[in-house]
């Protein structure tokens, strides 16, 4: 199934900057924690060269979620002095931005300042590299991720001030598929899905989840670099849509421990010449001998990659039985208790679902790394267990990393992304799983005061 058709052309670019309908463009890369970071150009400007690269400091691929810099990098630091990175904008991902008056985005592949190569470790380069991989076998992927998040009541800037405490979500009950309380949330809703429709995101449908306040935005599958940038997007514009209407949006996986956390599921199937070579008719449940050794490189190694579905000390909190995450890394049919849920049995449709991924991944790098193990398990010709049955939170075999730390290792000591990914690659993101363990471990809770204040 070929890539999506640009939603803007460079030419089109061009008409409307000359006839004043557009006057800014948002020059972004993705940076490791899946957000778009970049400069705000001109739009005259841009067209008349700034289109074909632009600098930005190469701290931005080595920080974390506070932007601070940290050291232990190999890639870059106070001992090299922090240089520059070459953002190349990809013009096949322009489009507008309709919620922005006057703006358009283009994201960017991330280059070394001195031999114009991609940078290893840079999140669209790393799935750029498996789905070449692919590319050599003589396949492509087709994915999809599914986006959840809370919307609450009050802003950004309200919440912040107020210290994060006694968050209000914007509805007071469960509002799973309820359109009733969904209604009273359109005000947020309806122009997301419009403004990134006019974007030229495939979008779907969007949903009540299982948890008061809770949404989820359903994005059409698509090629896997697609749904990577259609992601990013999408998360970029939950936040801003929803602070241009008074309220916050979080994709934190758990912000309160009374209640149900967020996900970010990713579909993904295998196809050659726009057939899916997921899907055999007469296979048992319309799985292929192929789709078989992929899930179970999938299931083989997601101890490995569980840091990339789950990369900070919060993705944890959210593993939880009966709360409809996963905490097994096994293989069921159409079964939500289990990390992988076969979709589509016996259809073209076939697919696998991954649903240890939360709402806080970077689509670039969890697609990537699952695209490793599935490629992995094609090669070693893996063999497939039958699935599971039954309720998945029962059992304790095959449990999911249960803490970041026990991730890091994983991750650490993983032969196979080291032979996907490359070890500088590796090295890298186990650093930032360092820094956010560090971080964490030098801090002082609310609850350490309020359990020992007074009784220790």
């Given amino acids: 199934m070929p890539a999506q058709t640009p939603a803007l052309s460079f030419d089109d670019l061009k008409k409307q900057v000359k006839d004043g309908r557009i006057d800014t463009v948002l020059v972004c890369f993705v940076d490791m ?10 739009a005259k400007h841009f067209i008349d060269g700034a289109y074909k690269e632009t600098h930005c400091c190469n701290y931005l691929l080595a920080t974390d979620l506070e932007m601070d810099t940290p050291d232990g990098y190999a890639s870059t630091g106070w001992e090299t002095g922090y240089g520059d990175y070459v953002m190349a904008p990809d013009l096949d991902t322009l489009r507008p931005m309709p919620w922005l008056e006057g703006t358009v985005v283009v994201l960017c592949d991330v280059l070394d300042h001195h031999t114009h190569e991609p940078v290893p470790h840079s999140p669209r380069a790393m799935l750029k590299k498996q789905l070449a991989r692919l590319a050599k076998m003589g396949f492509t992927a087709m994915m999809a991720t599914e986006l959840e998040f809370f919307l609450f009541e009050k802003s950004y800037d309200e919440i912040r001030k107020d210290g994060y405490r006694d968050l209000a979500p914007i509805s007071g009950y469960n509002e799973d598929y309820n359109i009733f309380q969904t209604t009273k949330e359109e005000h947020v809703m309806r122009p997301l899905r419009n403004h990134l429709w006019d974007a030229g995101l495939p979008i779907e449908c969007t949903k009540g989840e299982a948890e008061a306040g809770q949404e989820e935005l359903n994005i059409k599958y698509a090629a896997a670099l697609d749904t990577a940038d259609y992601h990013t997007i999408a998360k970029h514009a939950v936040k801003e849509i929803a602070w241009q209407q008074g309220h916050a949006a979080s994709f934190l996986p758990k912000w309160n421990k009374d209640r149900v956390g967020s996900s970010s599921h990713v579909h993904q199937s295998l196809w050659k010449d726009g057939q899916n070579v997921f899907y055999d008719a007469d296979a048992d449940m319309g799985m292929s001998p192929l789709m078989a050794h992929y899930m179970a490189g999938m299931l083989k190694y997601a101890p490995d990659y569980t840091y990339f579905l789950a990369p900070y000390i919060n993705s944890y909190k959210r593993f939880m039985k009966g709360t409809f995450a996963p905490t097994r890394t096994i293989w069921s049919v159409d079964n939500r208790t289990a990390g992988f849920r076969l979709c589509g049995e016996g259809t073209k449709a076939v697919r696998v679902e991954c649903r240890v991924g939360g709402s806080d991944i970077n689509p670039y790098l969890a697609m990537a790394v699952q695209l490793a193990a599935g490629i992995a398990g094609i090669e070693e010709k893996l063999k ?13 075999e095959g449990m999911i990393p249960t803490n970041l730390r026990d991730a ?6 993983s032969d196979m ?5 490359g070890d500088d690659v590796v090295d890298h993101y186990a650093r930032a799983a360092e820094v956010e363990i560090e971080d964490f471990e030098a801090a002082v809770t609310d609850y350490e005061i309020a359990r020992g204040f007074e009784r220790c």
Wanted: charged share 25%; glycine share 14%.
């Fill in 33 to 42: 924690q899946g957000r778009m970071m970049g400069k705000r150009f001109h």
């Fill in 384 to 396: 497939l267990d039958p699935p599971f049955t039954g309720d998945a939170y029962s059992g304790d």
């Fill in 408 to 413: 890091y290792v994983a991750l650490k000591g």
């Fill in 417 to 421: 992304l080291r032979a996907a990914l």
